[in-house]
């Protein structure tokens, strides 16, 4: 995969017109990072993979020698039963031990292959950004991201990584967004960005508690580069796996918040709303 991408480009090179594929299941050399690049790069392009794996098993794949896959809606479905344009979690089954195990992510029937579903990834069950009325997911925190990184794109800024925090020790309690980038950037773009976020939140509960002050303003934290490095070191130091640990992208570990808030260098607040 490596050397089929550095025939094209190159780090110093821009997107050349002739990537014209779409990534497959094969594991890129800098993983996320250059997913997330490829999806600034494509822009309207969606981005394919051919599986759908975790560390348990994969999903959906016809091969009964490995796991039986189920789909809760209110009840388990099987995997032949589910409805196009529903939403399902993923439990699954195999024969190492598991049983209706709750995988955590949550999927969306797009169509069908063959009679095979082919699945959109919506969020994680738990990871859920609220404060009062207002239930915002990965997938709607993901988008409003990508909003406010757009901005960042024309300062020729690019966003390394970024989680979120519910703070509701403080009335009225509020989103905090942390960002680590790379290059240098007038707090005039970042207020904007901040801006931007605060009003691309569209859940119902989260525009009306913001319109009545029961949800405060954004809060775009930018911390020092290596940030992100720090929070991994500490979980491989505590005995997680390299390979395993994902950067959360909504989270309330004490430890984690500790490290953002020490290594938070510049705080602007939204002034959406206002």
Known sequence: MRKAVLEIISPTQVWHPKSKGVARNYKIWIGVRLISTLGQMLRELPLVSADYGSTESWIGKEDCNSAIDDFIEDKPVPLSHVKLGQQYEIVLTTFTGLYRYRLGDVVEVAGFHKGTPKLNFVCRRKLILTVNIDKNTEKDLQLVVERGSQLLSQARVELVDFTSHADIAN?????????????EVEEQVLSECCREMDASFVDHGYVVSRKTNSIGPLELCIVETGTFKKILDYFIGNGAAMSQFKTPRCTSNQVILRILNVCTIKRVYSTAYG
């Open 171 to 183: 009335q009225p309690g509020h989103y905090i967004i942390y960002w680590e980038i790379k290059g």
